[in-house]
């Protein structure tokens, strides 16, 4: 299964090799609205975010979720979580 994000961790934008543990985190955007698969940047919090619109159909998908983010470690996946529940409306930028 393919992780969300790029190469870099979406909160602390620290690069992830491909070796490295990376921890994925799922959310629920909101409102309506095309859920156009791909990356895209959201403001949480007031930090900008890049995530990934999940495939229709995919696991994650199928959980429920809108959007995953890629995060270098417990400590990131652990903020950016915070951060969700403090922000409920997750709004797209771009
Ligand atoms: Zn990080």
Excluded: N
């Excluded at 299964?1 to 992830?16: D, E, K, L, N, V």
């Excluded at 859920?35 to 159909?57: A, K, L, N, S």
């Excluded at 959980?63 to 400590?75: H, M």
Aim: proline share 7%; glycine share 14%; aromatic share 6%.
């Amino acid at each position: 299964m393919r992780t969300a994000g790029g190469p870099f961790c979406a909160w602390c934008y620290a690069s992830i090799g491909a070796d490295d543990p990376a921890i994925g985190v799922f959310a629920i955007l909101s409102g309506s609205g095309p859920r156009v698969p791909g990356m895209i940047t959201i403001q949480i919090d007031g930090r900008f975010v890049p995530g990934r619109i999940r495939e229709p159909g995919s696991a994650a998908a199928m959980e429920g979720t809108d959007i995953g983010f890629k995060l270098c470690g417990r400590p990131c996946a652990d903020d950016l979580t915070a951060a969700i529940g403090r922000d409920r409306a997750l709004r797209i930028v771009h």
